[in-house]
């Protein structure tokens, strides 16, 4: 990473920094296909690899939840059974943001779209407890989907 992004990519204590990475490759649509190049086929294999460990447990859990920023643009939508997609207006976003937002958000399928490919969708403007509220109604169809009993 560091013969092809800089040295400026380096913390202070020499690791890399990815707040760094990220200043230098969202400004740089070569660069950032080159990471998402590099990081995308090690990120699905790392998480095949651990939805199989999860299958051989002795009792797996009943439902699996994975956060995937880029789902749709990678195709990544059908590796899952279901699609859960929550959103929010972009200034609500922007003050939610731990780091800046600028040059992230452009190359993104529009919500709309996403919404309507979704399974779920969630618009949160509300509080923690109504979106833990309806992260347990989706829950809960997706155990009666299966055929578990609540729990």
Not at 26 to 48: C, I, M, N, Q, T
Not at 52 to 62: A, D, I, V
Request: hydrophobic content about 40%; glycine content about 8%.
């Amino acid at each position: 990473m560091v013969e092809r992004l800089g040295e400026e990519i380096l913390g202070a204590d020499g690791h890399i920094d990815r707040r760094r990475v990220a200043d230098r490759v969202f400004g740089d649509r070569d660069a950032l296909a080159w990471l998402e190049a590099l990081l995308h086929p090690k990120v699905s294999a790392e998480y095949l690899t651990w939805r199989e460990q999860l299958g051989r447990l002795e009792s797996p859990p009943e439902v699996c939840a994975t956060e995937v920023p880029l789902l749709y643009e990678v195709g990544g939508e059908t590796r899952f059974d279901k699609v859960v997609v929550i959103t929010a207006p972009q200034k609500l976003r922007e003050a939610r943001a731990r780091v800046s937002l600028t040059g992230r958000s452009d190359r993104l399928i529009p919500d709309e779209e996403k919404v309507k490919r979704a399974d779920f969708s969630y618009v949160n403007t509300g509080t923690l407890e109504e979106l833990d509220a309806w992260v347990g109604g989706v829950m809960e169809e997706l155990r009666a989907a299966r055929g578990l009993a609540s729990r």
